[in-house]
Every structure is written in C-alpha cells, then in structure tokens.
C-alpha cells in the first residue's frame, strides 16, 4: 500500500480541522495535560520543545486512538516519527485508517 506523500491532500477541507479538535481534547483528557485542548496548535511538535511528550505518553495516546476510532497504532510501524510529528499529521493518519 503506498502512502500519499501529503496525506491530508486526501481529506476534505472541512474535516481535518474537526478530527485535530477531537484529538487535542483526547490528549488532554488521556494524559492530564494542563494545556486547553483548543489552546494546541496543531502544527506544535508533540515531543522536544512542543507538547513535550515522551514513549510512554504517546503509548498512552495511541491506545486511546486504537479504542476510538478503530485501527491499531502499531509501535514497530516505520512511519511513527512521521505519524506522531504534530497533532495535523496524526489526524491525517487518524482520518485514512479509522473504521469508526
């Protein structure tokens, strides 16, 4: 399967927005940031000098994806760095794989 090199390319306008939205409250929610959801912007980087998440948070992040929206975020896959660079392209790759 071949991965478009810009993924939100295949998204209507309209829904990237909403599903960055979604995933910035589950952030806060899952890890218990003191950070407003709607207060992250969506291009910060999730690691270093961003959000400053580590392993272990983004493990948690993915298991809640994996409940929501019903696909697996597979710790071994070659495209995490890619994937988890910042809340847009997490919700790219949310709004391609999702079954629900």
């Given at each position: 399967?071949?991965v478009?090199?810009?993924p939100?390319?295949?998204l209507?306008a309209?829904?990237?927005?909403?599903?960055?939205?979604?995933?910035?409250a589950?952030?806060?929610?899952?890890?218990n940031?003191?950070?407003?959801a709607a207060?992250i912007?969506p291009?910060?980087?999730l690691f270093?000098?961003?959000l400053g998440?580590?392993?272990i948070?983004?493990?948690?992040?993915?298991?809640?994806?994996?409940?929501?929206?019903g696909?697996?975020?597979?710790?071994?896959?070659?495209?995490?760095?890619?994937?988890?660079?910042?809340?847009?392209?997490?919700?790219?790759?949310?709004?391609?794989?999702?079954?629900?």
């Amino acid at each position: 399967m071949s991965v478009p090199s810009d993924p939100t390319a295949a998204l209507p306008a309209s829904d990237l927005p909403t599903l960055e939205r979604e995933l910035a409250a589950l952030f806060v929610e899952a890890l218990n940031l003191e950070t407003a959801a709607a207060d992250i912007d969506p291009e910060t980087s999730l690691f270093g000098d961003g959000l400053g998440l580590d392993s272990i948070d983004i493990l948690e992040v993915a298991l809640e994806v994996s409940q929501r929206y019903g696909f697996q975020l597979r710790s071994d896959d070659e495209n995490n760095q890619k994937i988890f660079q910042n809340l847009r392209s997490l919700a790219a790759h949310v709004a391609q794989h999702r079954t629900k």
